[in-house]
């Protein structure tokens, strides 16, 4: 089992920063990647950004050049670096980590509102 706490939302006006971090706990060796996905009201859970145990990044088109995923080097914590924050990437942001077993763990969501 693999728990996942996810930390750094908040209020942030347009055009602003967040990095949101999320530590991982428990069976953390068997993790083979990590990400991190949203979901505004109204609307499906959508995949933000991804790596994997290797270092291998994965984005969602549409945040490419603005937001930044990294791991920390014990591969417990990963980061998600927002930059030039939009209104429309207002959302409930959700850690994710898939275990060797495809297993899928999911934190509690950490809420970013963009809003002047």
């Known amino acids: 089992q693999v728990q996942l706490v996810e930390s750094g939302g908040g209020l942030v006006q347009p055009g602003g920063s967040l990095r949101l971090s999320c530590a991982a706990s428990?069976?953390?060796?068997?993790?083979?990647?990590m990400g991190w996905y949203r979901q505004a009201p109204g609307k499906q859970r959508e995949l933000v950004a991804h790596?994997?145990?290797?270092?291998?990044?994965n984005y969602a088109d549409s945040l490419k050049g603005r937001f930044f995923i990294s791991r920390s080097k014990g591969k417990n914590t990963v980061y998600l670096q927002m930059n030039s924050l939009k209104p429309e990437d207002t959302a409930v942001y959700y850690c994710?980590?898939?275990?060797?077993?495809?297993?899928?763990?999911w934190g509690q969501g950490t809420q970013v509102i963009v809003s002047s």
């Open positions: 994710s980590a898939k275990d060797y077993y495809n297993a899928v763990y």
């Open positions: 428990g069976s953390i060796f068997s993790i083979n990647a």
């Open positions: 790596i994997t145990n290797g270092g291998s990044t």
